[in-house]
Structures are given as C-alpha cells and as structure tokens.
C-alpha cells in the first residue's frame, strides 16, 4: 500500500498569515498517461464528512477560495493556504487515489494563535 | 450531479452484525470501483476495503483489521454498494462512507455505526 505522511501535525498561525500543509507518498502517484498526479487534499469541519478542495494536486474545487492551492508532483507536495481566515479552522487530510487501496495522510489541525 | 447515499447505520452490540448499503446516483456504478471508508471519533479516514467492477472481475480487498470479518459487494442493476460487518467490535465504531474516483474522489454524507453493549 502506499503511505501517506503527512505534516506538520498541527498549525497555529494567526489571521492572515501563510499556512504550509506537507504531503509525502512512499511512491510516485504520478500517472505517466496522463501527467497527473492522483492526490487530493480534504477540508474536515467538525461533525462533517471531509470536502474535497484540491484534487490532481492542483486543481482547486469549484467554489473553494483561490487562498487555497495546492502544488507538488510524483512524491511530494504541498497545500497552501495563502492568507489564513477564521473559517479556515479545520483538519486537512491528503490521500492518494492513484491505486486502491486509498490511503490518507494523518491530518493536520489548522488553528487560529 | 453524482450523490453517493450510506445507510444501515445503528447501534450494535459487540458480536453482531450489520449490513450498510451505499446508494449511487448521478454516473453509470458499473464502471468505477468502489470504497469504503471509516472514521472513528478523532481519527483520520481509513480504508476499511474496496470491490472492483465485474469488467476488472468483481473482486473485493479489505484492510487487515478487518479481513475475514467484513465483506462487499455490488448490485450494478440498482447502483448498490454493500458493506457486511460481521463479528463487530467495539472499535469498529465510525462513520462509514462509500466513494469512488472519477478525476476526483466522491463522498456520501456518512452512516453512523455505534458499538456498545
């Protein structure tokens, strides 16, 4: 399976600032086909079912504010959220669904310092 | 416009059994392999397993915490997707939800099952 690693666990920045979100795979989900990257970054809220906000590493989610991007290929990547609001508060996960079976990084909480 | 629907969700008592049902609408089931996927309170996702389409053989592979105890299963004909939970445990509580990728993963809403005595 692959392994996705994710950090840091945990983020407190204060509103406005940059937040830096790190995703690692143990293996390439680059799909040569396609030029793809086959990794998605959640938003979790509590009490609701993670929301998709980055797909193909870098393809924001129609809706999502454009302070969220995301970056990477292959192995590594990164999810930025470029000026921190308030309801930005919440966990993000990443997962890889270049091959089942779907594994997810650990999550990081996103806080307000 | 793709909705993915869990249901089947309770409270069970250790040992039980439970069948959750995974309602698609929205893109043809047949073609896409399908996820189930569990939360425990604080936790982060888990795979708990998947079942291919019949055109890739129809089979299902499960996560080793559940293997042997969990099973899936399709009806392609009513875009049903099943997850039967056998010999439950107390953690084995969680929200479950069933997905499937086409570009970007899909989601359902979540089912809730409960383990206690």
């Known amino acids: 399976d692959i392994v996705m690693t994710q950090s840091p666990d945990s983020l407190a920045l204060s509103l406005g600032e940059r937040a830096t979100i790190n995703c690692k795979s143990s293996?390439?989900?680059?799909?040569?086909?396609?030029?793809?990257?086959?990794l998605t970054w959640y938003q979790q809220k509590p009490g609701q079912p993670p929301k998709v906000i980055i797909y193909?590493?870098?393809t924001r989610e129609s809706g999502v504010p454009d302070r969220f991007s995301g970056g990477g290929s292959g192995t590594d990547f990164t999810l930025t959220i470029s000026s921190l609001q308030a309801e930005d508060v919440a966990v993000y996960y990443c997962?890889?669904?270049?091959?089942?079976?779907?594994?997810f990084g650990g999550g990081t909480k996103v806080e307000i310092k | 416009e793709v909705q993915l629907v869990e249901s089947g969700g309770r409270l069970v008592q250790p040992g039980r059994s439970l069948r959750l049902s995974c309602r698609a609408s929205?893109?043809?089931?047949?073609?896409?392999?399908m996820t189930w996927v569990r939360q425990a309170p604080g936790r982060g996702p888990e795979s708990v397993g998947f079942?291919?389409?019949?055109?890739?053989?129809?089979?299902?592979e499960y996560a080793a915490s559940v293997k042997g105890r969990f099973s899936i299963s399709r009806d392609d004909s009513r875009s049903i997707a099943y997850l039967q939970m056998n010999g439950l445990k107390i953690e084995d509580a969680a929200v479950y939800y069933c997905?499937?990728?086409?570009?970007?993963?899909?989601w359902g809403q979540g089912t809730l099952v409960t383990v206690s005595s």
């Open positions: 997905s499937f990728s086409r570009a970007r993963p899909y």
């Open positions: 997962q890889q669904h270049y091959e089942t079976p779907l594994t």
């Open positions: 293996r390439s989900i680059l799909y040569n086909s396609d030029n793809k990257s086959y």
């Open positions: 193909w590493a870098s």
């Open positions: 079942i291919r389409t019949q055109a890739l053989g129809g089979t299902a």
């Open positions: 929205g893109f043809t089931f047949g073609d896409y392999t």
